[in-house]
């Protein structure tokens, strides 16, 4: 049993080792970028400019990002949530998917990004508006995906739970969906939670930058308009590294409760 | 087989009989007026080439088909069917995201009821997957997972049992072990068991019809000395079974 462990603890050293090695030459290419053009600091700095900037303004920065934070956290928690929610409904009354899945696309292809204004005109500066755009761009991914998995459940499967809850009192379809259809549709529901964990950051600058008093996009903005560009880049890195963390943990979550489902690419 | 007692409840023999059942696929009629009979406590083994329709009679028997509107069953007891069936496929059909011993008690928990684990325990025990509880499907070989849908299709203690091929997709030795094990472990039950291997018909069956034809009808029907399993390497079997192929081939 040594043996796969070994080779599991090697695989995690080869990747955080290529984690390491991509962000190194990426910094490398950066710094021979602002060297080889001699562009002006103010219009790209370099990544030493940058880390000082981060460094010199930590305290701002970080209580900053611990909004945008907070509204990524409970964008994706009320997003991911209405989203499951919808697409359990939508399988569940098939009349209501009849009316309401075409709607929801037509929904989809308005730019969520227009409705800044007016999240902002309604909900105000504060965190709600940032949530509510947060959540509206994740809702679909997660709808959507969730709904194909539950569609598309093994038949079989259905038909052994009918055999069994033949002439029995009660909804062998709810048993069947709570028991089957939705386990089944876990793999599907995780793409879309992965997609959700992507698009969030993205949802709640927006928000911030439309019209808000606080979080990372608002520093950037602010940064920028004070050409204070080392420390819109310094918001920007955290903004990135933020993005990346809550991918990366969601996608560990995600492989972590599902390991009847495990990935068949291979690992070469 | 010591301690069944304790994992076969047991249940009065119910027969079914099929009158006048009749299924179609669009203008394709598969069988029409079909009567069948399905006597209590024996297992009846149905043949027929790839596409006669045996598995659609089957599902309609077990009540998963669409098409099965034209169902007439009637019970020997005058009961409903309804409740009293227990289906196993030719795929294992367990659940990925549940543990052997999960999939084994899923009707309970279908059901709403208490998963009776220590039978379920018992019957694991009883297929050969003792110490197999806790793993997930994955990580079983295909006989294994086989078994394990036996076990679960045991567990429902049903008076009829429907088998859509349970063994094809096996090798043949382990076909020939689960054979045993199934006659074993079936015994006193009804049940229709649908296959297209003559020899796996003639080992496991008391009474043998060979449906073909289209539209399909039962075109014969044998029952065997002997009782089941019958030993897969009598001479005799071999012979039925090559005038069973030569009858399918016709």
């Known amino acids: 049993m040594t043996e796969p462990i070994t080779?599991?603890?090697?695989?995690?050293?080869?990747?955080?080792?290529?984690?390491?090695?991509?962000?190194?030459?990426?910094?490398?290419a950066w710094q021979a970028l602002v060297w080889g053009t001699g562009v002006e600091f103010f219009i790209l700095p370099g990544p030493w400019l940058v880390l000082h900037a981060?460094?010199?303004?930590?305290?701002?920065v970080s209580r900053h990002a611990a909004i945008t934070l907070l509204e990524i956290v409970l964008g994706l928690l009320c997003g991911c949530s209405l989203g499951m929610v919808s697409a359990i409904s939508l399988s569940w009354f098939p009349k209501v998917r009849r009316w309401l899945l075409p709607l929801l696309v037509v929904a989809q292809a308005i730019p969520v990004f227009a409705l800044a204004p007016?999240?902002?005109?309604?909900?105000?500066?504060?965190?709600?508006?940032?949530?509510?755009?947060a959540s509206l761009i994740i809702f679909f991914p997660v709808t959507t995906a969730f709904l194909d998995g539950l569609r598309r459940t093994e038949l079989g499967w259905l038909d052994l739970a009918r055999t069994m809850t033949a002439g029995q009192a009660g909804s062998g379809r709810w048993a069947a969906l709570r028991h089957i259809r939705i386990p089944a549709a876990l793999p599907a529901l995780a793409s879309g939670l992965r997609v959700a964990a992507a698009v969030a950051p993205i949802g709640a600058v927006v928000g911030e930058w439309v019209g808000s008093s606080a979080?990372?996009?608002?520093?950037?903005?602010?940064?920028?308009?004070?050409?204070?560009?080392?420390?819109?880049?310094?918001?920007?890195?955290?903004?990135?590294?933020?993005?990346?963390?809550?991918?990366f943990s969601i996608d560990?979550?995600?492989?972590?409760?599902?390991?009847?489902?495990?990935?068949?690419?291979?690992?070469? | 087989m010591p301690g069944s007692e304790f994992v076969m409840e047991t249940k009065v023999p119910v027969g079914v009989a099929l009158r006048g059942g009749t299924l179609a696929f669009g203008d394709k009629v598969i069988f029409e007026s079909l009567d069948l009979d399905i006597p209590a406590g024996r297992t009846t083994c149905l043949l027929g080439p790839s596409g006669v329709g045996k598995s659609s009679l089957l599902r309609m028997i077990a009540d998963i088909s669409p098409e099965a509107a034209a169902n007439r069953l009637v019970s020997s007891d005058g009961g409903a069917i309804e409740g009293r069936i227990a289906y196993m496929?030719?795929?294992?059909?367990?659940?990925?995201?549940?543990?052997?011993l999960d999939n084994v008690t899923l009707g309970a928990r279908l059901r709403g009821a208490a998963p009776d684990r220590q039978r379920a325990q018992a019957l694991l025990a009883k297929v050969g997957l003792a110490g197999e509880s806790k793993s997930l499907p994955a990580a079983l070989s295909g006989g294994m997972r086989q078994r394990a849908a036996l076990a679960r299709t045991l567990m429902e203690d049903r008076a009829i049992v429907l088998m859509d091929e349970p063994f094809s997709s096996l090798d043949a030795l382990t076909r020939l072990r689960l054979q045993d094990l199934a006659a074993a472990l079936l015994a006193g039950r009804t049940v229709l068991l649908v296959t297209h291997d003559p020899l796996e018909a003639l080992r496991l069956g008391h009474r043998i019809l060979v449906m073909r034809g289209s539209p399909a009808r039962i075109a014969s029907v044998l029952e065997p000395d002997g009782l089941p399993p019958r030993p897969a390497d009598d001479p005799n079997l071999h012979g039925l079974a090559a005038a069973i192929l030569a009858e399918l081939a016709g």
């Open chain 1, 252 to 268: 560990w979550l995600l492989r972590r409760l599902l390991p009847w489902q495990p990935d068949s690419l291979p690992n070469e």
């Open chain 2, 89 to 100: 496929d030719q795929r294992d059909l367990l659940l990925p995201w549940l543990s052997v």
């Open chain 1, 7 to 28: 080779d599991t603890m090697t695989n995690k050293m080869q990747s955080i080792t290529r984690g390491l090695v991509s962000f190194a030459i990426l910094i490398a």
């Open chain 1, 54 to 60: 981060l460094i010199a303004n930590l305290e701002l």
């Open chain 1, 118 to 133: 007016v999240l902002v005109l309604w909900l105000g500066y504060g965190l709600a508006s940032k949530v509510m755009m």
């Open chain 1, 215 to 247: 979080g990372l996009g608002y520093l950037m903005l602010h940064a920028n308009g004070r050409m204070q560009i080392d420390l819109l880049f310094a918001a920007l890195f955290v903004l990135a590294a933020m993005a990346v963390t809550i991918f």
